[in-house]
């Protein structure tokens, strides 16, 4: 029964108690932590949701009404109506609007997600069977991104979300993600981003966000790759410019792509 209660009340106030990584018993979207992600919400809580209660509840009204209005006891003599041109042309033409006025709207929001604004930062993703790789092109640095397993887990780490090596970007800043595969097809999402694009091997797709808030984001590989499919989540660390500043030249170090010079390490290794 309690349980029963938690979900109607989830339901009701599902937008106010979520954060940035799924919670138990959860129902509607994650928080918000970008401006896509945002419009993603108010499309689907505004429009969407209100059409498909309408829709529902004028469906079963119709159901019920027809079952008491036409039982056979009450008409012994069916009608023999096959036919109805006003029905037929309404019920045509009134989806056929619905799907315009929902569409409208979605158009708009894929067009504003597809155009990439002014980039502070470019990283690429590359999905592996079963693990994430990640660079970052500009700075010399490439790691890959391993799940944590349950049983060495620390406090507060989410079972299944947590990685060795996290990815981290600046807060309030536009970054690029390109996004490739090296054997089959992934997909990197980040649901609080409203973020979403396949990985495809031989093949770079782009994409962007701007995370709004400092803190940790969880997503994970949302296309089916192979028995480990569950297992290869994807971490984002929002930090402050200060932080992120203080992350780079430790990464510069220790996931140098190509190898630094000596006295490029003491540079680094003095800031
Ligand atoms: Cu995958």
Redesign the pocket.
């Known amino acids: 029964m309690k349980k029963i209660l938690f979900i109607l009340l989830t339901t009701i106030y599902a937008t106010g108690s979520l954060a940035d990584q799924p919670k138990q018993w959860q129902l509607g979207f994650q928080d918000a932590a970008s401006q896509s992600m945002r419009d993603i919400v108010s499309f689907h809580n505004n429009l969407l949701l209100p059409v498909i209660i309408a829709i529902s509840v004028f469906v079963l009204f119709l159901m019920i009404y027809t079952c008491i209005r036409f039982r056979a006891s009450k008409n012994p003599v069916p009608s023999k109506t096959t036919h109805n041109v006003a029905v037929e042309v309404l019920w045509t033409l009134i989806p056929c609007l619905i799907l315009i006025v929902m569409a409208v709207p979605s158009f708009q929001i894929l067009y504003k997600q597809d155009t990439i604004p002014k980039v502070d930062l470019t990283i690429k993703a590359v999905?592996y069977?079963?693990y994430w790789g990640y660079e970052y092109p500009d700075e010399n640095i490439i790691f890959e991104s391993y799940m944590i397993k349950e049983e060495e887990l620390k406090e507060n780490q989410p079972r299944l979300l947590t990685v060795d090596n996290e990815l981290v970007v600046p807060v309030n800043k536009v970054v690029k993600v390109l996004i490739t595969a090296n054997d089959?097809?992934?997909?990197w999402a980040l649901p609080s981003f409203g973020v979403k694009r396949d990985?495809v091997p031989g093949r770079i797709n782009e994409t962007w966000f701007k995370a709004e808030k400092v803190g940790t984001y969880y997503g994970q590989?949302s296309?089916l790759?192979?028995i480990q499919?569950a297992f290869?989540p994807i971490t984002v660390r929002v930090v402050t410019d200060e932080e992120y500043a203080e992350w780079l030249s430790e990464a510069k170090m220790k996931f140098a792509n190509e190898p630094i010079t000596e006295n490029e390490y003491k540079k680094l290794a003095s800031k």
Do not use: D, I
């Not at 089959?184 to 997909?187: E, P, Q, S």
């Open positions: 999905g069977q079963w089959v097809l992934h997909a990985a590989c296309e790759c192979g499919h290869m």
